[in-house]
């Protein structure tokens, strides 16, 4: 099929069956875009909707965004997961504002020379929003291409990235490139989906070579399996009276950058001695369930440990930023999924032994 035919074939497509309500398609900036599409990096747009509304509505504009702190832009992001995707663009948002008077660049170069934003981010927002000619290869796409022309070998390797992004760079057509964007990734998102593609209702399968061939679950090649690292942590639970849980700031860069965590260290040695500065001799820890957290390169057996406590001394505990946060209360900043699945955890206990 010539590259003409493919795209006309999936725009015709799109615009019977295509998704044309989703919020980032109305008013669609370059900077709504943009935030939609950091938003959708390893996210179901499900999950994305409600979280994208309200950032909307609390930083609607660059300005507004660059402008607030670092803390309010992650309480807004808590949930998503992925917290660098934030923290770059709150300061994309600022360079923004500092090197391009506020306006999202409309140039290719410019948006992949801010943090977070890469060619295929830049396509979108690109084509979506300014009607360029821009291609894209986000997962759905890759899935898409890897299947029609049976590309092989997985796509994180240059050699196959740069055989689909030949492909993605042949079919965006000049005109009506913001709805064959759109378009490409619908088609990845509702037909061929990655477990069972709706092959029959397909507008590319009478060509596709993967489904010609039976290999649509081979196709695209999956990332090769590794066994991912295991670490150990011990979170500390320290609780006073009220019923509020310590909390500090972690630095901005690294694991859960710039959230609100519980005090952390790695053996029960430390952490027995930690809370001996901190409460005094008369601390005692209650050990709650070990939990797995998995990340993208490894995943963390956590240890929490709680110890109830009405005084502190004040040389105990870590130096920066700390607060006493009560469950249930909106959190001082962003805080990581294991620390709100703990706080909860609590509040749901406290709840139940107080009815009892």
């Known amino acids: 099929m010539s590259a003409d035919a493919f795209s006309r074939r999936v725009l015709a497509w799109w615009r019977d069956n295509g998704r044309k309500d989703l919020p980032w398609q109305h008013q669609p900036t370059p900077y709504r875009v943009w935030v939609s599409e950091i938003m959708l990096q390893q996210t179901q747009v499900a999950t994305v909707i ?30 998503l997961g992925y917290y660098a995707r934030a923290r770059n663009l709150h300061k994309a948002a600022q360079r923004i504002v500092a090197q391009h008077a506020g306006d999202v660049p409309d140039d290719l170069d410019a948006l992949c020379a801010l943090p977070g934003i890469g060619r295929s981010t830049a396509g979108a927002i690109l084509s979506l929003a300014c ?44 005109r009506e490139a913001g709805s064959y964007t759109q378009a490409m990734m619908d088609l990845g998102a509702t037909l061929c989906t990655r477990a069972q593609p709706a092959c029959g209702q397909c507008p590319l399968a009478a060509d596709c070579v993967a489904r010609r061939t039976g290999r649509q679950r081979e196709l695209p090649t999956p990332r090769p399996r590794r066994e991912l690292p295991e670490r150990e942590a011990w979170f500390l639970l320290l609780r006073d009276a009220e019923g509020r849980l310590l909390l500090e700031h972690r630095p901005p860069s690294g694991l859960w950058g710039g959230l609100w965590s519980f005090p952390e260290v790695s053996s029960r040695v430390e952490a027995d001695a930690w809370l001996e500065r901190a409460a005094g001799a008369g601390g005692v820890w209650q050990e709650l369930e070990a939990f797995t957290h998995t990340f993208s390169h490894f995943r963390l057996r956590i240890h929490p440990l709680l110890a109830d406590t009405e005084t502190l001394v004040a040389s105990g505990v870590k130096d920066g930023p700390q607060v006493w946060y009560k469950p249930g209360l909106s959190p001082p900043g962003g805080i990581a999924a294991p620390v709100a699945q703990l706080a909860h955890a609590l509040q749901v206990q406290s709840k139940s032994d107080s009815q009892e």
Request: charged fraction near 20%.
């Open 131 to 174: 009607g360029q000619a821009q291609p894209i290869l986000d997962g759905n796409v890759k899935r898409v291409l890897c299947r029609y022309y049976g590309v092989e070998g997985w796509a994180g390797t240059n050699a196959v990235l740069r055989q689909l992004w030949r492909l993605a760079e042949r079919h965006t057509p000049e």
């Open 50 to 79: 409600p979280y994208f509304e309200r950032f909307m509505a609390q930083f609607p504009n660059v300005r507004m965004l660059a402008s607030a702190p670092l803390d309010d832009v992650l309480r807004h992001w808590s949930g």
